[in-house]
């Protein structure tokens, strides 16, 4: 079984829609992420937490929430979605422990907002 | 804020063939990661590096962080179909709370 999956792995959704993303992990780590990768720019950071009460926004926050469940889930909403947020999303988590932020990811989700 | 420019962007070679690609930062390196991920599909860990002069290798990739830590590069010896992908480095930021990733590098190997 995957150490981290994620939910769903497309969704097409309509303008305005809210939507939740899904993350969980088997991995025991305290560090979670949320990433989103657009073609010519790369992975960028939306949401990071190290426990399930520190929630810290990243480069792109805006029009994004993020709930941290559990230790071991991650949900990232968009609570009215645009056009430019089609994109792949990518779930990561890491452990504090190791000293270093070695990052293991999940497969993606592939969002299209039309 | 730190940014990381990865060379060549896309690389297309033919199988058997060396290559290299590169990580430049703007800042001094205290850890640097490099991952390959195949398209559309989640990124896979390579190898970490995080000090001055350090290689490490996993079968035919070889990487290395120079001294004065402000650049890697990523050797693959041998190229195999299997070597395709898009190769990213990432590089610990803010404190070490976070990463930066550079845009990726497309390799693509002809058999």
């Known amino acids: 079984d995957a150490d981290v999956t994620q939910t769903p792995r497309n969704r097409i959704t309509k303008t305005g829609k809210r939507i939740m993303l899904e993350c969980s992990q088997t991995k025991g780590h305290d560090r979670m992420y949320w990433y989103r990768q657009d073609p010519g720019l790369g992975l960028q950071l939306i949401y990071y937490s190290f426990d399930v009460k520190d929630i810290n926004k990243g480069e792109i926050s805006d029009g994004y929430s993020v709930s941290r469940q559990a230790q071991a889930k991650f949900s990232l909403s968009l609570e009215s979605a645009i056009p430019n947020q089609t994109a792949l999303y990518f779930c990561a988590t890491s452990d504090s422990g190791t000293g270093n932020n070695e990052q293991y990811f999940g497969p993606g989700t592939r969002l299209t907002v039309t | 804020s730190q940014e990381l420019e990865q060379s060549p962007q896309s690389l297309i070679v033919q199988e058997g063939k060396n290559l290299t690609i590169n990580c430049t930062s703007s800042k001094t390196l205290y850890g640097l990661y490099w991952y390959k991920q195949k398209y559309g599909e989640g990124l896979i860990f390579l190898m970490m590096l995080q000090k001055g002069g350090e290689e490490k290798s996993h079968e035919k990739i070889t990487a290395k962080l120079d001294e004065k830590k402000q650049q890697s590069s990523l050797h693959i010896t041998a190229s195999q179909p299997s070597h395709a992908g898009i190769y990213l480095c990432?590089?610990?930021?803010?404190?070490?709370?976070?990463?930066?990733f550079g845009i990726g590098t497309k390799l693509q190997v002809i058999p």
């Open positions: 990432g590089a610990d930021s803010g404190g070490y709370q976070k990463v930066t």
